[in-house]
């Protein structure tokens, strides 16, 4: 099975901080990891290749410096490592960039899944994942909590819901977004060090990928951000606790308490 | 201090530092209080590859030496001295292998080793034999293909749970120690069994038992090098050995400085940090000097062992292990006075580093004898020289 797990370098702050002017979030002086959520990407695909074979190729857009991040995947045990990067990607929405991400994946042409992590701890929006299935016009099936089988034409896979899981069986090529729950994301090895040092990473620009210029970085992103703010603290309130059926009782007790049922 | 380590020794720091801090950290407690054996961690050292540092490629290992090992152990020592024993001590096994074995004994034994499958143990101390090694009473009958061996070692380190045992044992007892060889006995060979396990001041999480051989059969392609070489082997094998227990000795006072240093800077008396105290700060500039000294001592020399690994090396690496481990047992003790009552308390991590630091002055010969070799290696070079 050949995988193509999606990457993205982000600060490693949870603290970010953003530009007023531009309202986009300042990268400069923070010191930069993979996403948490892509290094469970990253432990699935590298499992599912012990399991049943095959490769894991790394794909992540960004900036040069993001190679650190491909590296730092190479030393966990995946085979390639491509970094798409080109000036004209630059202030790219979750719609430019899960474009990007697909066309480049079309670009490495020979995939049976593709595995991102839930969503980015700096943007949280949790739409780059689906979009690229979106674009490549293949099934998706998002917060996977483990995958139950793997055969060669589909996976069968357990979605986190809020209460309980849904088993989802797909056919192959597809997509799956992964939670944290899904397994515990090995440390690297002293050979996969070694290795991320020499390796050759692919560079891929606009052309290489045939993007359209109207899809890709500012032009090709919708999304207006008018303003960015930290919500007011709401203070006071009152938590319930408990199982579901223990807060639904006290959540109806006090709505007949205050009379508003 | 920059020692002008190479990108691939920077590597082997980083990740033992790594494995440290998310592996070893959380559970140290735990295998300090319950004296098990640290499997999870042999095994995250092993996927780290850093459980072959100082075997060559040939037989799956890193290639390195013993500045590798030293390097690796001095990090995960700095975080627990006891659980980082499992790969130090598998070294002292291994090293009579790598010093003296054929080549068919390499290939049997040292893939395994090298790949973190088996651990290895060092068995020479018995019960009526510290420091006075030549007086070992457990004997090694040559009978046709076989030997046969037969007597109890003592605190052997890793003992039960390595796969892989270097005994030394008397093939001949009227010449004393040059009636000394040295055996490979594997675990579950007949004749080989377990016996106490002690129970210890510190590295509570290294396992250290009795060896006990009744009539215990094993290959005669089992014997090291030569019948009567089993001291030479012992001696080389200490040579190569002592800076990876300097080494453990280092990363527990490196350790101790550092959280040292934080905890004075965060512990406030009379409205002020402890650390605004001269006599605080005298006392944390001398741990830091001593442990810098340590440090310098033991890459010199385990580089220069690396260079020559066929050289003797017994008076730097004694000297390396003399004088790590005299600094450990002061630095850590200074610690737990920065601590003040939190160091005395199980709560805080200086208590153990006091604890495992004690082991670095006895094992591997006790600080008196490091001192003697170093004496007699003093008067060997001034006789020679005139
Ligand atoms: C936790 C632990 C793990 C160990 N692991 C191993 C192992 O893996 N393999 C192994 O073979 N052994 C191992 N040992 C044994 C260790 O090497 C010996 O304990 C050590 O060499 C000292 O021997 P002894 O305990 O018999 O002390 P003794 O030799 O009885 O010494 C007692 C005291 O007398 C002093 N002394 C003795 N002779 C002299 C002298 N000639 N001049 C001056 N002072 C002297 C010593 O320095 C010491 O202070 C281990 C011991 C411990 C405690």
Redesign the interface.
């Known amino acids: 099975m050949n995988i193509v797990v999606c990457i993205k370098q982000v600060p490693a702050t949870t603290e970010v901080k953003i530009n007023p002017e531009t309202n986009t979030l300042v990268r400069e002086g923070v010191e930069s990891i993979v996403n948490p959520f892509d290094m469970y990407a990253i432990e699935e695909g590298l499992r599912i290749k012990e399991k049943v074979g095959g490769t894991v190729t790394v794909l992540t857009m960004g900036p040069p410096q993001a190679e650190t991040a491909l590296k730092e995947a190479i030393s966990l045990g995946c085979d390639e490592a491509v970094l798409v990067s080109d000036r004209a990607f630059a202030g790219s929405d979750t719609l430019a960039t899960a474009y990007t991400l697909a066309r480049s994946i079309k670009k490495i042409d020979d995939f049976d899944l593709i595995i991102c992590g839930k969503q980015a701890i700096d943007g949280d929006t949790a739409q780059v994942g689906p979009g690229i299935a979106e674009e490549l016009n293949v099934p998706c099936v998002t917060y996977v909590k483990k995958i139950e089988k793997i055969e060669e034409n589909m996976i069968c896979v357990e979605r986190m819901m809020e209460e309980g899981y849904a088993v989802i069986q797909l056919p192959v090529p597809c997509l799956i977004t992964v939670v944290k729950e899904i397994n515990e994301p090995?440390?690297?090895?002293?050979?996969g060090?070694?290795k991320a040092?020499k390796v050759q990473i692919t560079v891929l620009n606009a052309a290489d990928i045939a993007a359209e210029t109207n899809r890709i970085g500012q032009v090709g992103s919708p999304t207006l951000v008018s303003k960015i703010f930290a919500p007011p603290f709401k203070e006071g309130g009152e938590m319930i606790v408990g199982d579901v059926g223990e807060q639904v009782e006290e959540l109806s007790k006090k709505l007949k308490e205050t009379k508003v049922i | 201090m920059n020692y002008f380590l190479s990108?691939?020794q920077q590597?082997?720091k980083?990740?033992s530092k790594?494995?440290a801090e998310?592996?070893m950290k959380p559970v140290r407690e735990q295998y300090d209080e319950n004296e098990e054996f640290p499997w999870e961690i042999v095994k995250?050292l092993a996927?780290?590859?850093?459980c072959g540092l100082y075997i060559s490629e040939k037989y799956g290992g890193?290639g390195g030496g013993v500045l590798e090992l030293c390097l690796c152990v001095e990090e995960l020592c700095k975080i627990d001295g006891g659980i980082a024993l499992c790969v130090a001590a598998t070294a002292l096994g291994t090293f009579p292998l790598l010093l003296f074995g054929t080549e068919e004994q390499k290939k049997k034994f040292l893939p395994d080793i090298a790949s973190g499958k088996k651990i290895a143990a060092f068995a020479v101390t018995e019960a009526n034999a510290g420091s006075d090694a030549a007086g070992i009473q457990t004997t090694a009958r040559k009978e046709g293909d076989f030997y046969v061996l037969n007597g109890t070692k003592c605190f052997i380190t890793n003992g039960g749970d390595a796969e892989i045992y270097v005994i030394i044992a008397m093939t001949n007892k009227t010449k004393g120690a040059r009636g000394a060889s040295a055996f490979i006995v594997e675990k579950n060979t007949p004749g080989f069994s377990f016996g106490k396990k002690e129970n210890k001041m510190g590295i509570r999480a290294s396992s250290t038992r009795e060896l006990v051989f009744n009539e215990c059969k094993i290959p005669k392609e089992n014997l090291i090098s030569r019948e009567g070489q089993g001291f030479i082997i012992t001696m080389k094998t200490f040579d190569a050995s002592r800076p990876g227990v300097a080494a453990q000795a280092l990363g527990i006072a490196a350790g101790a400085l550092e959280d040292a240093v934080k905890y004075s800077r965060e512990r406030i008396q009379f409205g002020r940090p402890i650390s605004s105290f001269q006599a605080v700060q005298h006392m944390l500039a001398n741990m830091a000097t001593k442990v810098e000294a340590a440090r310098a001592l033991i890459y010199a020399t385990a580089k220069t062992i690396d260079n020559d690994p066929k050289a003797r090396a017994t008076k730097c690496s004694a000297m390396s292990k003399l004088f790590a481990s005299d600094v450990a047992m002061e630095v850590t003790t200074d610690a737990v006075q920065v601590y003040g009552g939190y160091g005395y308390m199980k709560e805080y991590p200086m208590e153990k580093r006091m604890r495992d630091a004690k082991i670095t002055q006895i094992y591997e010969g006790t600080n008196q004898i490091q001192r003697d070799e170093i004496a007699l290696a003093l008067i060997k070079e001034s006789a020679r020289s005139k």
Not at chain 2, 47 to 50: G, H, M, P, Q, R
């Open positions: 090995r440390l690297p090895s002293l050979r060090m070694m040092k | 990108e691939e590597m082997i980083e990740l790594k494995i998310e592996k995250a996927d780290a590859d850093l890193f």
